[in-house]
């Protein structure tokens, strides 16, 4: 199930009567495939939504059925993804005071200071969104700063806490509980239910974190 | 408002659409009775109406207003005069509709004529209890303002019902994640029976019954979730999963209930028995 420019295959598995997950090889195959669903949806599928290694497709079981879906979805060509540099970008700027930095800078076996470095350094792109409303993981971490969740995770996390786990970077948008280990707080805010759409951070969205009050904002 | 039972929401038909942003649909959690109790009032399919599990809601109407009970059956008095489910029932000003408890069923919905018109959130008045979007649960002395959804008038004044007889059938769609289950474990889903617990909301209900043996360990990077999925955690009993669902998980799904038979599960209540079985078998049975 080779697709057309020679990527590997994915899996088109079965998610109840109405609609197919869909099982990339890796995180980038996953964000392609969503991006070409979303440019191209093939006849009768609805909401698409794309996590970690899968793309959920909803669809109209009057319009269409999971083997012709299958079919679809296999024969799509995946383009390569635009570089995170040419979408629209957000900037956040961070205030690096969170009460997990020393800790993060310890288990990545840096100076704190080398942890903001790196942070600032990266180019991120919205892989998904999960676990809480415009809650965004961004993928494009610096391996170094792949740290694990803490143990216990925080019952309060404040709204515009930005922290890092596993292989992801990310802003909580709002006050929540949370077990990512926080590097820093953001005043951006990131979240408005009032607004059209309610969050900046969409999946594909380009996004960079600057050091508060040393330029680069926009 | 005057009594706000058991944990009653204000409750459309949700939020679709948004998960790629982490909202979830929400709405009724059976769906099929709130565009009953609307239809019923004259209202679109969609307007907002009161979710009351278990009943226990009393109102006190300011003005006069068109009503109509669906869902669980619940005994229900307007001024201390019995009146019936799925039917329009006038209220007039300043009269109290007491609602009651059901003897079956869980959910029950009351539409009113013109629609609950609280503010809505990103394109619904729904509660979403996980997500906290949408309004808050209610509380006694509330007041909840009639708007003006209704479109006209409906055709027929009464909706019967079929009652169910027997136990509760779910049919069910093996996977997305079944591979990750030893093949005894599906057998055991559509064989043996569930017992919805105490430890249930619109979220969803914990169930209890034969564990499923997992034929892999760890857990999946977060993928998207459905309504109606039964989410296996470690303890290898299942969490079938309603209206407000989270969006996206790490335990595995070993099958996914067909959403025509999602309005009956949200109506289980604890202490009811699920028989689950494969979609498209006749002996509901896999192998």
Redesign the interface.
């Known amino acids: 199930m080779a697709t057309a420019d020679g990527t590997g295959a994915v899996r088109v598995l079965r998610c109840g009567s109405d609609a197919v997950l869909i099982e990339a090889e890796d995180a980038e195959q996953a964000q392609r495939l969503h991006a070409a669903l979303r440019d191209a949806p093939p006849t009768g599928t609805g909401e698409l939504v794309p996590a970690a290694r899968t793309v959920l497709v909803r669809y109209d079981p009057s319009a269409t059925d999971w083997q012709r879906l299958r079919a679809a979805v296999t024969a799509l060509p995946l383009r390569e993804a635009p570089p995170a540099s040419a979408a629209e970008t957000v900037v956040v700027p961070v205030r690096y005071d969170g009460p997990d930095l020393a800790e993060v800078a310890r288990l990545a076996g840096l100076t704190e200071r080398q942890v903001v470095e790196r942070h600032t350094a990266g180019h991120y792109r919205v892989a998904f969104c999960g676990f809480a409303p415009g809650f965004a993981y961004l993928t494009g971490l610096d391996p170094r700063l792949r740290v694990p969740r803490r143990a216990e995770p925080r019952t309060r996390v404040p709204a515009g806490a930005v922290a890092v786990a596993d292989e992801y970077t990310g802003v909580y948008p709002r006050t929540s509980p949370g077990g990512w280990q926080l590097l820093g707080t953001t005043d951006l805010p990131l979240w408005d239910a009032a607004a059209d759409p309610p969050t900046r951070l969409r999946p594909g969205t380009a996004v960079r974190f600057v050091v508060a009050g040393q330029g680069g904002e926009s | 408002m005057v009594r706000a039972g058991y944990g009653a929401t204000v409750q459309d038909l949700g939020r ?2 948004l ?5 979830g649909r929400s709405g009724a959690a059976d769906r099929g009775a709130l565009r009953l109790a609307n239809r019923l009032v004259g209202n679109p399919e969609d307007a907002a109406g009161l979710e009351m599990p278990l009943g226990g809601v009393e109102l006190a109407f300011r003005r006069a207003a068109t009503c109509a009970l669906a869902g669980a059956d619940c005994p229900a008095w307007v001024d201390g005069r019995p009146v019936g489910p799925r039917t329009p029932l006038a209220v007039p000003a300043g009269a109290r509709l007491r609602i009651g408890t059901p003897g079956r069923g869980l959910r029950a919905y009351l539409a009113v004529r013109g629609g609950l018109d609280v503010p809505a ?2 394109g619904s008045r729904a509660t979403d209890t996980l ?3 949408g309004p808050q649960r209610l509380t006694a002395g509330q007041l909840l303002p009639v708007g003006t959804a209704a479109t006209g008038w409906p055709a027929a004044e009464h909706a019967p019902r079929r009652d169910r007889t027997g136990p509760l059938v779910l049919h069910v ?5 079944d591979d990750w289950f030893t093949p005894a474990a599906l057998r055991t889903l559509c064989g043996e029976p569930y017992t919805v617990t105490a430890d249930s909301d619109r979220v969803g209900m914990r169930l209890d019954g034969p564990v499923l043996e997992r034929a892999r360990s760890g857990e999946l ?6 309504g ?2 039964l989410q296996v955690p470690p303890s290898g009993r299942p969490i079938l999963f309603l209206a407000d669902h ?3 998980g790490g335990y595995p ?1 070993i099958a ?5 038979d999602l309005d009956a599960a949200a109506q289980a209540r604890p202490g009811d028995v699920l028989h689950f079985r494969l ?1 498209g078998r006749p002996d509901g049975r896999p192998g």
């Open positions: 679709p659409g998960a790629a942003l982490g909202v959130v990103l997500a906290g979007l769609v093996p996977g997305p994640r990077p977060s993928e998207g979730m459905v109606g999925a989270p969006v996206t799904v996914v209930v067909r959403r025509a979609e």
